[in-house]
């Protein structure tokens, strides 16, 4: 059986991977833009920069894989309880 926050984990860092490669191309679109002000970068920089739009909505999405919310809390963190009481230790990992 496979962990769903392992599969979630995976996807978030392929979005970020891609999300980091398309903005560095839209940057260097960019400067290359305003040295040049030649309208073809603007023409190929549209597209792009609509594209990393969209991963940066599904990458910051908080329902984005999950299909639920974990009542705002991260999914990384966890909290730790003391099993002899049974109360919270207040430790976050």
């Keep these: 059986m496979v962990n769903p926050d392992a599969i979630?984990?995976?996807?978030h860092t392929l979005f970020a991977a891609y999300a980091?490669?398309?903005g560095a191309v839209a940057l260097a679109l960019s400067i290359r833009f305003f040295r040049t002000h030649d309208d073809k970068y603007i023409k190929?920089?549209?597209p792009l920069l609509w594209v990393l739009t969209v991963v940066l909505l599904i990458e910051h999405s908080p329902r984005a894989f999950h299909g639920r919310c974990r009542g705002g809390v991260p999914t990384t963190q966890v909290?730790?309880?003391d099993h002899t009481d049974r109360r919270p230790r207040g430790l976050w990992v």
């Design 8 to 11: 979630v984990t995976t996807f």
């Design 20 to 22: 980091i490669g398309v």
């Design 44 to 46: 190929l920089l549209k």
């Design 79 to 81: 909290h730790v309880t």
